[in-house]
């Protein structure tokens, strides 16, 4: 039997660019209805046009959000956190919601070291396509969630996102490969829009086809399991086009790039 998300309430302390992205994918998923948001920020005007499109609403604080919410749903910079729950810990504890922390690095260690051990979390770190329903939620493996709480949390998200479990010292890398990689993603299909303009495609079509090719390669491992070797090594015919783009891309360190690249994130 499904979960009943019907009456949930999901409150956002802090609306910037990553809690819209879920807030978007939620609502246009037909997950929850927009009427069944509520956040705040510190920038009350700006809140109230974001919330609008979603048919959301906006609060004045913290505590009134958290009040209003059964899942509350923290999305602000990681120093920030502390400042943003005070006020709101015994709120947080009433009526069974629970906090869900999208602020990288903090694990449910530091929740309980600040909150006390009988607030329900759950740590995620999310990536911006959550917003088209094909996210990913890199989840911490240990959490104080109720199994009900639990099943709501799968409910909401599991629609929008692949949920992945990972032990909390593995957090940190999985959050550079899922929720850094967008930006180099983006950054390969701009090359090959660039590639397919400089012979002669419109650039609309070149980024076209470029994203859905990105988005089919990922869909096809998804789907098969295949080892993404196996999956290049089907293409590369012998003394076929492919291969040769294969070996220039060789040639120019692409994969060692690519590892360079999340070494930078993760060594600082």
């Known amino acids: 039997m499904a979960y009943d998300l019907t009456d949930i309430t999901v409150g956002f302390i802090g609306f910037g660019n990553m809690a819209q992205a879920m807030a978007k994918g939620l609502v246009n998923a037909g997950v929850v209805r927009g009427s069944q948001i509520i956040a705040n920020a510190v920038h009350f005007d700006k809140l109230e046009q974001s919330v609008q499109a979603l048919g959301a ?55 309980q070291d600040l909150l006390g051990k009988d607030v329900h979390v759950q740590c995620v770190i999310p990536n911006t396509p959550i917003e088209v329903g094909q996210g990913v939620l890199v989840t911490e493996s240990a959490d104080s969630l109720t199994d009900s709480q639990r099943e709501a949390f799968e409910a909401l998200f599991s629609p929008v996102a692949l949920i992945e479990r990972v032990d909390t010292a593995l957090m940190g890398i999985g959050s550079s490969v899922a929720g850094c990689a967008p930006a180099f993603t983006a950054m390969y299909i701009e090359a090959l829009g660039d590639a397919g303009v400089k012979y002669g495609l419109q650039r609309n079509v070149a980024y076209r086809l470029a994203a859905k090719m990105t988005e089919g390669v990922g869909a096809l491992y998804m789907d098969t399991g295949v080892n993404p070797g196996a999956l290049k090594d089907a293409v590369c015919s012998p003394g076929g086009t492919t291969i040769k783009g294969v070996t220039e891309l060789e040639k120019a360190g692409f994969r060692g790039a690519v590892v360079r690249a999340v070494d930078a994130i993760e060594m600082g």
């Open 57 to 111: 609403r906006a609060s004045h604080s913290a505590a009134e959000t958290v009040d209003a919410a059964d899942v509350v749903i923290v999305a602000v910079k990681p120093y920030q956190v502390e400042k943003a729950l005070a006020g709101a810990e015994d709120l947080l504890r009433a009526n069974g919601r629970f906090l869900l922390s999208v602020a990288a690095g903090l694990d449910l260690r530091y929740y």
